[in-house]
């Protein structure tokens, strides 16, 4: 079951900006919503962007989503030590008739 | 507060079989539909099924259709999955997570997770 990519690692210091990206196809993002989950060692994965660029409340407005085409993208901008976790994209894929996700991008503040 | 609680996993010899639950509390259930998402060690999220509010629809991963069947009981608020022909990459955390209130299955993401539960299949 194909998933959508993602850089495995990203990172910066603090202050800086930082995107990951999300790449898949025309039967998954270019079909669907993305939905964005950040998630830490030992919890449970948090609901963090949803359809695109939408932020659950409590999510900073540092962060920001956006999508394009078979293409999506997380932003975060004014980068703290508290934002350092795994970033997962995910969406619905119609031709497999189930979710996929990204392979997970871990985000390191310097 | 929502609460999604898991229970069931443990340490299981390949082939053998598991039955996980996922209670819910501060959540109506029967509304939803719910997933079951996994994470292998030192792996990605991985969906792995999931199931409408009336359970008339289920859909699963490749890699486990035939093997496990996701299942789900609104009178009890609760959610499971049955595991059978278990493998070893079949090891992993396994999360509940809520999904859509209505139709498609894809109309929105996982908005509520509980803990998760551990998944061992070794020999």
């Known amino acids: 079951q194909s998933g959508l990519t993602q850089p495995p690692s990203a990172s910066g210091t603090p202050g800086q900006s930082v995107t990951i990206s999300c790449s898949g196809s025309?039967?998954?993002?270019?079909?669907?919503?993305v939905y964005w989950y950040q998630h830490l060692p030992g919890t449970a994965p948090k609901f963090f962007i949803y359809?695109?660029?939408q932020r659950p409340s409590g999510v900073p407005d540092r962060f920001s989503g956006s999508k394009s085409g078979t293409s999506a993208s997380l932003a975060i901008s004014g980068l703290r030590a508290e934002d350092e976790a795994d970033y997962y994209c995910?969406?619905?894929?119609?031709?497999?008739?189930?979710?996929?996700f990204g392979g997970g991008t871990k985000l390191t503040v310097l | 507060e929502v609460q999604l609680v898991e229970s069931g996993g443990g340490l299981v010899q390949p082939g053998g079989s598991l039955r996980l639950s996922c209670a819910a509390s501060?959540?109506?259930?029967?509304?939803?539909?719910m997933n079951w998402v996994r994470q292998a060690p030192g792996k990605g999220l991985e969906w792995v099924a999931n199931i409408k509010q009336d359970g008339s629809e289920k859909y699963y991963v490749d890699s486990v259709k035939g093997r496990f069947t996701i299942s789900r009981d609104n009178a009890k608020n609760s959610l499971y999955l049955q595991m059978n022909s278990l493998r070893g990459e079949d090891t992993a955390i396994y999360y509940c997570?809520?999904?859509?209130?209505?139709?498609?299955?894809?109309?929105?993401?996982?908005?509520?997770w509980g803990q998760g539960t551990l998944v061992t299949v070794s020999s």
């Open positions: 501060g959540f109506t259930l029967k509304n939803y539909w």
């Open positions: 359809r695109n660029t």
């Open positions: 997570a809520s999904g859509a209130t209505g139709p498609p299955p894809g109309s929105w993401g996982f908005s509520y």
């Open positions: 025309s039967s998954n993002i270019g079909s669907n919503d």
């Open positions: 995910a969406t619905w894929d119609d031709s497999l008739s189930g979710w996929v």
